[in-house]
């Protein structure tokens, strides 16, 4: 795998995630990093999360909204990447063509030149909204984003259509880029630590996730990554 130092010509860099937290368990590393290199970083928010919740009598708006108010907190201690709730329905996403025209409507605005996502082509990728968001987005990217005759609304909008550079999905099975995270490993834990519906007090987290860093980093120079697999579109 190829070390990443966030020293490339890119400009933005856009999530596209399923559940508050999916973006600080798979990236918040990178997303620091990108931070500190002055890179433009906007994390896509598909839903709130807003079953996420092992209280049967819990009600879904209030979890969502507590979902997002942690959400927000991650993202601050990240360094502040800007965040869109599309708040869809949380366990009901399929990769349609309603939930393409949404993503490709966030690709349009903010013109990403790469976006990260969910692996949707991983085997054994158990979460049907994980598999829907990453196929979603894949489809939006390319090529429905990249061509005007795919929803020309827009147009009376002011969106045009946008060819993004690269998609990184996160959570592969064969990664071929990997992001050094040493400097800023506790900083992804700071974010993660944010999400206290859904982690408690985190007993255990640091040292579960620096083990997965280091696993992921056995083969680079540095102690602890994320890692990635790279589709290349256009340069």
């Excluded at 990093?33 to 708006?61: E, Y």
């Excluded at 366990?91 to 605005?109: A, C, K, N, Y």
């Excluded at 083969?219 to 890692?227: I, K, M, S, Y």
């Amino acid at each position: 795998m190829s070390p990443t130092l966030i020293t490339d010509d890119f400009a933005t860099y856009m999530l596209v995630v399923a559940h508050p937290d999916d973006s600080e368990f798979s990236s918040a590393g990178t997303v620091a990093r990108l931070m500190r290199a002055g890179k433009r970083v906007v994390i896509v928010q598909v839903t709130s999360g807003n079953k996420g919740s092992a209280d049967p009598t819990a009600d879904p708006s209030r979890v969502a909204a507590t979902r997002e108010a942690e959400l927000l907190e991650a993202t601050r201690r990240l360094g502040g990447p800007e965040v869109i709730f599309l708040r869809c329905m949380d366990g009901e996403l399929t990769p349609d063509l309603d939930l393409r025209e949404r993503i490709v409507r966030m690709i349009r605005t903010h013109k990403p030149d790469v976006i990260i996502t969910h692996d949707p082509f991983r085997p054994y990728s158990l979460h049907a909204d994980h598999r829907a968001v990453g196929m979603a987005t894949t489809d939006a990217v390319y090529p429905t984003a990249r061509d005007p005759l795919y929803f020309p609304e827009h147009y009376a909008e002011g969106l045009e259509p946008h060819k993004t550079a690269e998609i990184w999905y996160f959570g592969p099975e064969q990664p071929d880029k990997t992001v050094d995270i040493t400097d800023v490993f506790d900083l992804k834990i700071h974010a993660l630590m944010a999400h206290v519906s859904q982690i408690g007090d985190g007993e255990g987290m640091a040292e579960r996730m620096r083990e997965r860093a280091q696993e992921l980093a056995k083969d680079e120079a540095f102690e602890l990554g994320e890692a990635f697999k790279v589709v290349q579109m256009r340069r």
